[in-house]
């Protein structure tokens, strides 16, 4: 079916239908076949290619409706017309300038793709975080643009493919849609390679179906050149839309793109561009890199030349570096010598786990992948080559995106590490087992909280297994049953210790005192009923929600601390691990010894969700239904694309008590158990 759909006559919707343990492969496919098409000089769009994105857009591919569209319709514009008529340029001057729905932006599409002998549309779903209602558009929209297109021109012919992990209706009767499911891993043993640009997860013989495209490449014959006259009237257009659409588009989604820094020696080379354009066109498609960059919307093409595939640059980078051993002591030759990811959703937790790297590398010799938009950190702990993510934001969105480009980049990634800090439910088994602030907790298992349905007065969690995350790996799990034994299990302590230490003496020696432990006595926990209030109604100033049994806290209160509001001491739970250490720091307040203390690891299942725990009611129901020891919040994003531990430190208790304090040394702990870990770490997870 995918041969049939390449070499159609006719205008075609393909749609590749999976589910999220698809989707991975899903992306990946879409890529490569979208550079396969490219290599062929064909005219394609494809979303997510270099999208357009505001300034204050965290999530790379987290694109509107119209957004999308709207680029899209760029990618269709930059290689349609080689010799526009100045009424054409004038009406999608018109049309871009005033378009604000998605009918608009179709209208726009299918005046361009009227224009077009071909046109190859690649969509992939998984990069588009729409709404469920919006996503069941989409089909119906393609397949009225296809129909009026062909009225129009009928020898125009429009290839869509829209991959898609969610479900998507097909009309029961249509002359363009057809469907492909995609089944599990297992059930296709071809496809089990690794996920390398250079070895394709779709069998090679298929891409040899790809090499008729090349063979029916329409000539573009060239019309008579434009008159100075008319070019002139066509560029001052060009200038109007260039600065409307800017300044338009502050006020709605689309300020300014993003534009990856190219670093290599090819950046300042010069060459032909794969497209022979117009000149009222080459001013403004600046690259394919930047669809709307800087102070002017700029698309199209480079002048550069033509760009290399992800394949082709890192071919080029092993043939530049001088290193070609891959060992420890000097950096890794290739992006494929990188075999472990860390995600780390704050600055804070990225400094700590930074501090713990043995060596630093320089990032730039890496390239990454053009769907790729995460930042890295590059090095080594361990005797282990480290890919450190920086997310955007907190939440599993922001962790899935960035997992999803880390993939893309860095193929050999065998296992990925959540590392940071979260909120511990402090008694297990019962009461036998106590968890403190400072104490890190490594997960054997995932629990995404807010999968579910909200009922009138409750939330039930979907818990079927289609719709559950999956456990560890084979692999994953033998070695967390190692870590477990008693003399594995004390060395991952000891060495978790004493890194935490190194740690601290390595920044007091330099002044830093932010991972000083804050002291037993700042490790405070009440009952799970006890509010963080106000005390009196005549100290609460909210006269709309004051405080209350019913109403909780006031938004005044929930910024306040403790000691600001005076919670009484005398409700604290008293902990056995806490109260001897309490008199050595009396004790050490008087000169006498230095307090220590000494981080536990606990082991279990962790509640992963985009809500902030800030109820002690709710997190022991929560915790008492689902056996989960914490609460974190990107878990999810990672752990959906293969064998992933959640590695973090207990900051606080996820109740309304909850504040800042430990933050830091709780990163740090994290930071030391993932180092420590990392020592025990051989066996390698397949893919």
């Not at 297109?149 to 829209?162: D, G, N, Q, Y």
């Amino acid at each position: 079916m995918l041969p049939a759909w390449i070499n159609s006559k006719k205008s075609e919707i393909l749609v590749f239908q999976g589910n999220y343990e698809a989707i991975g492969r899903l992306s990946l496919f879409a890529a490569e076949l979208g550079d396969k098409i490219e290599e062929r000089k064909r005219l394609l769009a494809y979303m997510p290619y270099k999208p357009v994105l505001p300034t204050s857009c965290h999530l790379p591919f987290s694109l509107n409706t119209i957004e999308v569209l709207r680029h899209i319709a760029i990618q269709a514009l930059h290689g349609s017309i080689s010799r526009p008529s100045v009424g054409l340029v004038a009406e999608l001057v018109r049309s871009f300038t005033t378009a604000s729905t998605c009918a608009d932006w179709f209208k726009i599409l299918e005046t361009i793709c009227s224009q077009l002998s071909e046109l190859y549309i690649i969509f992939d779903l998984g990069f588009h975080a729409t709404e469920e209602h919006e996503l069941q558009h989409w089909l119906p929209a393609f397949q009225d643009l296809l129909g009026k297109v062909e009225t129009i021109s009928p020898h125009t012919i429009i290839r869509v493919m829209i991959v898609s992990c969610r479900v998507l209706k097909a009309p029961q009767t249509s002359k363009y849609v057809s469907t492909i499911g995609v089944t599990p891993l297992n059930m296709h043993p071809d496809l089990i390679r690794t996920r390398n640009f250079n070895q394709p997860d779709i069998p090679q013989n298929l891409w040899m179906e790809l090499t008729a495209l090349a063979s029916h490449t329409a000539d573009q014959t060239s019309s008579p050149e434009t008159s100075t006259t008319a070019q002139q009237e066509a560029m001052n257009l060009i200038h109007v839309f260039d600065s409307t659409f800017h300044n338009k588009s502050r006020n709605q989604a689309v300020t300014q793109g993003r534009q990856r820094k190219h670093e290599t020696e090819g950046n300042s080379e010069t060459g032909a561009s794969d497209h022979d354009l117009h000149p009222v066109f080459t001013q403004i498609y600046q690259g394919k890199d930047a669809a709307n960059s800087g102070s002017k919307l700029e698309f199209g093409i480079t002048s550069s030349g033509q760009e290399k595939t992800p394949g082709e640059v890192t071919q080029r980078a092993q043939k530049e570096t001088k290193n070609t051993s891959g060992t420890k002591d000097s950096a890794p030759a290739d992006v494929k010598d990188f075999n472990i990811a860390i995600y780390c959703a704050l600055p804070l937790e990225a400094d700590a786990m930074i501090y713990l790297f043995d060596k630093i590398w320089d990032g730039r010799q890496y390239p990454k992948a053009h769907v790729d938009q995460n930042s890295y950190t590059f090095g080594v702990i361990s005797g282990q080559n480290i890919i450190l993510v920086h997310l955007a934001s907190m939440g599993k969105n922001s962790a899935a995106i960035a997992a999803s480009g880390c993939r893309f980049s860095f193929p050999n990634i065998t296992i990925s590490l959540v590392v940071g800090i979260c909120g511990g439910v402090p008694f297990g088994a019962r009461g036998r087992i106590e968890r403190v602030l400072g104490d890190v907790i490594i997960s054997e298992g995932l629990v995404q909280l807010d999968l579910g349905r909200r009922y009138p007065g409750r939330f039930a969690r979907k818990r079927t297994p289609q719709e559950n995350l999956p456990r560890p790996c084979y692999q994953l799990r033998g070695f967390l049953a190692r870590l477990k034994s008693s003399q594995k299990f004390c060395s991952l302590t000891e060495k978790t210790n004493q890194y935490l230490e190194n740690l601290h003496s390595q920044t007091v020696a330099l002044g830093n005192f932010i991972y000083e432990y804050p002291g037993a006595g700042r490790d405070v926990l009440f009952p799970p009923s006890y509010l963080h209030k106000h005390k009196t109604s005549a100290q609460c100033p909210s006269w709309e929600r004051p405080c209350g049994i019913e109403n909780g806290s006031c938004r005044e209160a929930e910024t306040l601390t403790c000691e600001d509001l005076g919670c009484e001491t005398q409700r604290v739970i008293p902990r056995k691990r806490l109260t001897p250490r309490s008199l050595e720091e009396s004790r050490a307040s008087q000169g006498e010894i230095r307090p220590s203390f000494s981080t536990v690891i606990h082991i279990g299942k962790v509640g992963s969700g985009d809500t902030v725990m800030k109820s002690g009611e709710e997190r022991e129901r929560i915790a008492r239904e689902e056996d989960i020891i914490a609460f974190e919040m990107e878990g999810v994003g990672p752990w959906e694309y293969g064998p992933c531990l959640i590695i973090k430190g207990i900051c606080d208790y996820a109740d309304c008590h909850k504040s800042k304090v430990w933050q830091n040394y709780a990163a740090a702990a994290a930071a030391a158990c993932t180092k420590a870990l990392l020592e025990q770490w051989d066996a390698p997870c397949s893919l």
